[in-house]
């Protein structure tokens, strides 16, 4: 529960040189994104908190997570930020693949 935590409280949208992040261009949709990460975040966590949630029950926070993004116009930079939320997500919880849905939420296509 410490991980979920201190993914949720880290900033995001931020440089990283690692990932050749450059941050967000657009500061205002900063706080409207990082609320959406940490919902899915929130979400990850309630599951991993009753001690029996299946893959199945991952990749259903993972589509309702991503759907959240509906509607918001995001730079493929950000989405590609994004899927790298998602998936440290996924390793929190040991979730393998997000079964084609980070591929088709930034590429149209699995």
Do not use: H, W
Request: proline share 2%.
């Amino acid at each position: 529960m410490t991980k979920f935590e201190e993914f949720k409280r880290k900033e995001k949208f931020i440089e990283d040189k690692q990932l050749f992040y450059p941050g967000i261009g657009d500061e205002t949709q900063k706080p409207i994104l990082t609320e959406k990460i940490n919902l899915a975040a929130r979400d990850f966590q309630k599951l991993a908190k009753t001690g029996n949630a299946t893959d199945d029950d991952y990749q259903n926070a993972i589509k309702i997570g991503l759907n959240r993004f509906t509607g918001i116009y995001i730079d493929s930079e950000n989405q590609e930020r994004i899927c790298y939320y998602f998936e440290e997500l996924m390793d929190i919880v040991g979730l393998e693949s997000s079964d084609g849905q980070l591929n088709n939420f930034r590429y149209g296509f699995d």
